[in-house]
């Protein structure tokens, strides 16, 4: 059963390359209506695969998709028409103009012209002034632009991303997060795939990882980062410490190599700043000296390596 | 149906065209002309009238013949291999469209492509000698056939090649010869016996013949015989084009 605010609904999905390689296995997933996904996983993991499936570029091996109410297979044509896709590759028509390009997508999608959208898309994308160039003589990061425009042209209600600011420059990303945001608004669905944790943490409201063809955890960012983050506080004595003195053991405290630094790790949701003044009383009534605290929380980057490593044998 | 996606389709690869029109319908009417100077003045003013035409006349048809079987196949071929060697081709497949509209896209503009150049050609033509088209109905019928069939077959060949080389291939290796040996510049009845029953192996003969009876009411092998060949060369394609699709063999992983 797929709950009702599902947009897409990915059941017992399987596939399996000529070659013998099981790139899928049996994977179940939904992505809610209006939300931002983020697809997480190391290459050859399984996510181009998935959203080729999706989108109909890749035949399952087994299972169905269920994309805004129809099924990918026996109606193609509705299900794809609520979709776009912007792939990984720069793959773009070089020698086309913007503006035919993404017309071409329009009608290529079943929509009747409709000058003032494309315009629309293209003012948006900061694309309309170059509405008339060749594709082919645009920045990198100008076509990944023009591949986004041409997978909005139809109106899709679901957007899949597949790793959208790979070799993109750090202002085009952040411009391409706020129009994700802005899509996000209008109520478009996004799907996004990406090896930049940060991309995630910056504008997914959930997380699934996947791993082996298998999707190893999916969950709300927030809950994620407070179920599996980590708080580190770290201490720079003044004096190297030989041991942990009595009074301060804990469990979680440690002492390096050095005699330095103490180091307390505050694990899941606690809340670090809190730990953090704590230990700083102990030391002080320890008569503890030291010359700097600091406190760092981890990324989303920690906890996934900490997942995927975990897995491995 | 969905209209839209044929009209993109349509108008998309024919405006290809038109950005490349020299390549795409100057330089065959240039090779055609260049064929008439040599051929039809230089050496056809030597020969005897063959059934009454004159040499000039009797190659117009394999002419138009040779430039709509190479072109249709190459325009076809290149249409679905650029999208496939680009990469763009995630679109298409992507698309709320059937194999028959994207077929019906590509090889229609394809074959429109053909049927003008065939029209330029056969103008072009009479600049050179003077000719008429005792069955023009048929003559029209058996240029639009052949150019959506060898549109269809270029189709095929676009998807099968996995590079240009294999592109370059089958209209320079396979097209040109068999049609130069189809009887664009002579009458199969002029071979010796031998090679006129070899020459019955070579499908181009009977698309040749069949398109110079429509101008001349004369031809190496019966209209009927040419027709249902052309048409069980197109019913093949489809067939062929329709396996591809369902497998996706070429296209989907």
Redesign the interface.
């Known amino acids: 059963m797929t709950s009702s605010d599902a947009i897409v609904a990915i059941t017992g999905l399987d596939k399996t390359y000529k070659g013998g390689h099981r790139a899928l296995k049996s994977v179940d997933l939904e992505i809610r209506r209006g939300e931002i996904f983020a697809l997480l996983g190391p290459n050859g993991a399984g996510k181009t695969t998935l959203i080729g499936i999706v989108c109909g570029l890749v035949r399952p091996t087994g299972g169905t998709v269920i994309a805004d109410g129809h099924d990918i297979a026996r109606d193609y044509r509705a299900a794809r028409a609520k979709i776009g896709l912007v792939p990984q590759e720069l793959s773009t028509d070089m020698f086309e103009t913007v503006w035919h390009s993404v017309n071409y997508s329009r009608g290529l999608f079943g929509k009747p012209r409709d000058h003032a959208h494309v315009e629309r898309v293209l003012r948006d994308l900061s694309l309309w002034d170059k509405r008339d160039s060749k594709i082919g003589a645009l920045s990198g990061g100008m076509k990944r632009r023009v591949l986004i425009a041409k997978a909005l042209s139809h109106e899709p209600t679901i957007l899949f991303l597949d790793e959208p600011t790979a070799g993109v420059d750090v202002e085009l990303r952040r411009d391409m997060w706020e129009m994700v945001r802005k899509l996000r608004q209008q109520g478009v669905t996004i799907i996004l795939t990406t090896h930049y944790i940060e991309e995630a943490e910056e504008m997914a409201d959930r997380i699934g990882v996947i791993d082996g063809g298998e999707i190893i955890l999916i969950e709300e960012k927030h809950a994620l980062m407070a179920k599996l983050g980590r708080t580190k506080v770290t201490v720079g004595l003044t004096a190297p410490l030989a041991s942990i003195p009595s009074s301060l053991t804990d469990e979680n405290l440690a002492l390096s190599d050095d005699g330095d630094t103490l180091v307390l790790t505050v694990a899941g949701a606690e809340d670090g700043a809190r730990a953090a003044a704590e230990l700083v009383k102990r030391l002080t009534m320890a008569g503890i000296d030291f010359v700097s605290v600091d406190t760092t929380r981890s990324t989303l980057e920690d906890i996934f390596v900490d997942l995927v490593e975990k897995k491995r044998p | 149906m969905?209209i839209?996606?044929i009209?993109?389709?349509y108008t998309?690869e024919l405006?290809?065209t038109l950005?490349t029109l020299f390549q795409s319908l100057a330089s065959p009417v240039i090779s055609t002309s260049l064929y008439f100077i040599v051929f039809g003045s230089a050496i056809g003013s030597r020969m005897h009238t063959i059934g009454g035409v004159s040499y000039g006349a009797f190659i117009v048809p394999g002419l138009i013949m040779l430039a709509l079987l190479t072109e249709s196949t190459a325009n076809a071929s290149f249409g679905i291999y650029l999208?496939r060697f680009?990469?763009?081709v995630?679109?298409?497949?992507?698309?709320?469209?059937?194999a028959v509209e994207a077929l019906t896209g590509y090889v229609g503009a394809a074959a429109t492509k053909s049927v003008v150049l065939g029209l330029i050609i056969a103008c072009t033509a009479r600049l050179f000698v003077p000719y008429g088209i005792v069955h023009p109905v048929w003559a029209a019928g058996f240029l639009i056939l052949t150019s959506i069939t060898f549109s269809l077959f270029g189709f095929i060949l676009g998807l099968w090649a996995d590079g240009f080389e294999k592109l370059q291939v089958v209209p320079v290796m396979i097209i040109t010869p068999l049609t130069f040996l189809g009887g664009t510049f002579y009458s199969v009845s002029m071979l010796p016996p031998a090679w006129q029953t070899v020459t019955l192996f070579n499908p181009i003969v009977y698309l040749v013949s069949g398109f110079r009876w429509a101008f001349y009411g004369q031809a190496d092998v019966g209209v009927g015989f040419s027709l249902g060949m052309i048409v069980l060369f197109m019913a093949l394609c489809v067939a062929i084009i329709t396996w591809v699709f369902k497998t996706?063999w070429r296209l989907?992983?």
């Not at chain 2, 995630?90 to 059937?98: D, F, R």
């Open positions: 969905n839209h996606a009209r993109a389709i998309f405006g290809r950005r999208p680009t990469g763009t995630y679109e298409l497949l992507s698309a709320p469209i059937s996706g989907r992983t």
